[in-house]
């Protein structure tokens, strides 16, 4: 699957390791959780970057004493409908302030790119190539945002405290709506 | 009246943008049906029995004259001719074309319309009471929160994929109009004993297949914490609630499998590591959406003007008075319900030239303001007391006059068979023969308040559980069955009915309810005494034996 970082398709330099295989010195590698929490004080002290591929049934709390030398979480998206991931993203990023990469994995669509971004994912294994040459059309699609989240856009919360401490009163000319 | 800024038609008019882009891209294939679908769920639509259905939010049911206009021309332009008021505060329109949704769209965007958070496993339109701002009995206006509420939870990037959709109401009145205790978040405004006004939160209510009330799981919050706390709520549930099984989705199976308790400590735990962040609400925030509802200047104006006591003189107004007109916050004002219920029609359907007329005395007569009840009619809500007649000539002469609101032809009811693809059994046939039967409003008056709620299938769009009266229909080797519950009721005393007895076939349904009014008539102890009270007092089995001795 192509990987999108930085809104480019990239060559994607971690190699994923599955639970019982050797790990490559030298190389960055993406680990299964459980082989991460049982293998930590070796894997602490590994030259090259090490990620981990975490699943959506668990709390991402039991991570933290590992956030400071993982370079990358992987989190999973089963399917897109399965929006669990969502919270780990933005409970990694702004509860725990994990600065590596967060990478979305497992069914990931165009029309998701940008929630996933919002959320605080910087990776994207997208499921069809189209969908990651897109990638800087989707995250663009809008240019307002209501609420605060892991990305740091602005939102309408801080707009409007700064209006509403001034008092300023709509003008008629603006239609109206419910 | 809440007047977009440029931030809410930016979002709007890109929201048209990208909805544009996803139809062609399913058009031409590139998605599939199953990738298009959360999309266009999204978005409002929905693929019905015979075509799409586009529905359009209406948040906390209040809508312009100019937004009624911008309806009529959709019912118009791209369907035939009529669209459908629903159970929380939206209009459906049932028969749009998928290669002209973008356009039907982007006319509705130019009104501030759109159907973002009507449907998907997202966060619905918030609801709450249509007497909103004019209410006697309310605190303060409950809108300026749920807009709050409406704005955060907009295209929310952490709860756009929820277990399940995900419904929020809101009362600031001591009798409660916006049923909140059967959403999945209630709050009730009130004020505590130290004189500062909150929300009482609860959460897990619904119906469905398995039908709760609503648990407190905060007595009192402030309103700073409105917006963190309901996060917190989302994020506990977006985590835990159950994704393997589709009827256990809900926010209500969580709690109720949890234990309320739990699920509080759960919430309260999360909620303290955010109350004090970004979503702590500043005053200026509150003030900036606030001073963009606009209220209307009223001219001061007596009670009882001289128009009004010589129209009394007249059977027929006397009759509409008291029962489609309500008392409002200021003096010399009315609050004006219109009947969409009239005789034989399908509950909450109102045409393009009814809509274009109700825009046109909206204007004349309400400051150009128009309201959507749960109870699928609409009002009025700044009419002056000396209108009053001339305003009930012109609704009469576009059928929406009917004395009826609140009595037993006043059905809700969900489109059922004749639409839906979930429906086991129609409800509109059910709910039209059921006002032709009690065509007779002396008969209906004598009943007095009696609500009938009929739902087509287990998902309960037409809240069975909570009618006075509450029709479910189900299938049985093939034929349309009802099964009948009485006793429920959504207000601030909510309980969900207990079944009657077996179902009964479609053709002896409009029977069983003229049973239960039978029976209610000789059970009662007075006159004044409600249906649901007496219900409440002698309880299932009277009732059971009158229906059941002849079948």
């Given at each position: 699957m ?6 480019h398709i990239?060559?994607?330099?971690f190699v994923r ?19 991460l929490?049982?293998d930590?004080r070796e894997?602490v002290?590994r030259q ?6 975490w699943?959506?049934?668990r709390k ?5 004493p590992?956030l400071?030398?993982?370079s990358l979480?992987?989190l999973v998206?089963?399917n897109?409908?399965?929006g669990?991931?969502?919270s ?5 990023r702004e ?7 967060l ?14 971004q919002r959320?605080?994912?910087d990776g994207f294994e997208?499921?069809?190539?189209a ?5 800087a059309e989707?995250?663009?699609?809008y240019s307002?945002f ?7 856009r602005a939102?309408t919360?801080t ?5 509403g401490a ?5 003008s008629?000319r603006?239609h109206?709506?419910? | ?11 709007v ?7 544009r ?8 294939g590139e ?7 959360p999309?266009r769920?999204m978005n409002?639509?929905y693929l019905q ?10 948040p ?5 004259s100019?937004q009624?206009r ?6 118009r332009?791209y ?8 159970t929380?505060?939206n209009i459906?329109f049932?028969?749009i ?5 973008p356009d039907?769209?982007a006319?509705?965007?130019r009104?501030?319309?759109h159907g973002?958070?009507t449907?998907?496993?997202c ?6 009471d ?6 006697p ?10 807009e ?5 939870l907009?295209l929310?990037p952490?709860?756009s994929?929820?277990p399940?959709k995900?419904?929020i109401a ?13 959403h999945d978040i209630?709050?009730r405004?009130?004020r505590?004993?130290?004189g500062e006004t909150?929300f009482?939160?609860t959460v897990g209510?619904g ?6 009330l609503?648990?407190t799981?905060?007595p009192f ?10 996060e917190?709520?989302?994020r506990?549930?977006?985590?835990y ?5 589709i ?11 949890l234990?309320?308790?739990?699920f509080a400590?759960?919430?309260e735990e999360e909620?303290?590591s955010?109350?004090d962040g970004?979503?702590?609400l500043?005053?200026?925030v509150v003030?900036?959406?606030?001073a ?7 001219e001061?104006l007596a009670?009882?003007p ?10 027929r ?5 008291a ?5 409002h916050?200021v ?5 004006v319900t219109l ?6 029609g399908p ?8 809509m274009?007329?109700?825009?046109e ?11 959507v009840?749960?109870e699928q009619?609409?009002a009025?809500p700044h009419v002056a007391?000396r209108?009053l007649p001339?305003?009930r000539r012109a609704?009469?002469?576009i059928g ?6 609140n009595l037993?032809s006043d059905?809700?009811?969900c ?7 979930l429906a ?5 046939p059910?709910a039209?023969?059921?006002t ?6 002396d008969?209906?008056r004598?009943?007095g308040r009696?609500?009938?709620?009929i ?14 009266i509450?029709i479910?229909g189900?299938e049985?080797n093939?034929e349309?069955?009802?099964?009948v519950?009485?006793g429920?009721r959504?207000d601030e ?6 079944i ?5 076939p ?5 029977d069983v309810?003229e ?10 102890a ?16 009277p ?8 079948r």
């Open positions: 192509p990987l999108v970082k930085a809104g990239v060559e994607d330099r390791v599955l639970d019982d295989a050797p790990v490559p010195e030298g190389a960055a590698v993406i680990l299964p959780a459980a082989r929490l049982a930590a894997l002290l090259a970057p090490t990620g981990v591929i699943p959506n049934d991402v709390a039991e991570l933290a590992y400071d030398w993982i979480v992987a998206f089963p897109f409908r399965d669990r991931a969502y780990q993203a933005r409970l990694l509860r725990y302030a994990f600065r590596g990469e990478r979305a994995t497992g069914q990931v669509l165009r029309d998701q790119l940008l929630f996933l959320a605080g994912f997208v499921t069809k190539e969908d990651g040459a897109a990638f989707a995250v663009r699609r307002v209501y609420q605060p989240a892991a990305d740091g939102s919360l707009a409007r405290r700064a209006r001034s008092g300023a009163v709509p008629r603006e109206v709506a419910g | 009246m809440y007047i977009y800024d440029e931030f809410d038609r930016t979002l008019d890109e929201r048209v943008r990208e909805f882009d996803q139809v062609a891209r399913r058009l031409s998605l599939t049906e199953e990738e298009f679908k999309l769920l409002g639509v029995l015979h075509a799409y259905m586009l529905r359009i939010a209406i906390y049911g209040t809508l312009s100019d009624m911008m309806l009529a021309h959709v019912a332009r369907d035939r001719g009529y669209g459908h008021f629903t929380r505060q459906q049932n028969w074309k998928l290669e002209e949704l039907a769209m006319d509705l965007a009104a501030g319309l973002m958070q449907s998907g496993n966060v619905r339109n918030i609801t709450t249509q007497w909103a701002g004019v209410a009995d309310e605190i303060e206006d409950p809108r300026i929160w749920a709050l509420l409406r704005q955060h907009t929310h952490e709860f994929f929820l399940r995900f419904k809101l009362t600031a009145s001591a009798h409660d109009r916006a049923a909140v205790k059967i209630g709050l405004m009130y505590n004993g130290a909150g009482e939160v209510g119906l469905g297949r398995t039908p709760f609503g648990k799981i905060k919050l402030p309103k700073r914490d409105l917006l963190s706390y309901v917190a709520i989302m506990t549930y977006n985590q609630g159950r994704r393997d099984n009827y256990k989705a809900r926010i209500k199976i969580l709690v109720h499998e234990g309320a308790e739990k400590r759960e919430v909620w303290h955010i109350k970004a979503l702590a500043d005053p200026a003030a900036d959406i606030a963009r509802f606009h209220y209307p200047d009223y001061e009670d009882n001289p128009e009004l006591a010589k129209a009394r003189e007249g059977e107004f006397r009759t509409w008075l029962n489609s007109v309500s008392n916050k003096s010399g004002r009315a609050i009947s969409l219920k009239p005789e034989g509950p909450g359907d109102a045409t393009a030239a009814q274009d007329a109700i825009a005395l909206a204007d004349r007569y309400s400051h150009g303001e128009i309201r009840g749960h009619n609409l009025l007391q209108d001339a305003l609704l009469d002469e929406v006059a009917t004395p009826n609101v037993i059905i809700i009811a489109p059922g068979l004749d639409y839906c693809s086991n059994a129609r409800s509109i059910v039209q023969e059921i032709r039967r009690f065509r007779n409003l008969v209906a004598d009943l009696l609500h009938i709620n739902s087509g299938c287990i998902n309960a769009c037409g809240h069975h559980h909570i009618g006075h509450g479910l189900v049985k093939g349309e069955y009802y099964q519950t009485i429920g959504a005393r909510a309980e969900l009915g207990t009657l007895g077996p179902a009964v479609y053709g002896e349904i409009a309810v049973d239960i009014a039978a029976a209610y008539l000789e059970l009662r007075r006159p004044d005494e409600l249906f649901i009270d007496t219900v409440k007092r002698v309880g299932v089995d009732f059971k034996e009158r229906v059941y001795a002849a």
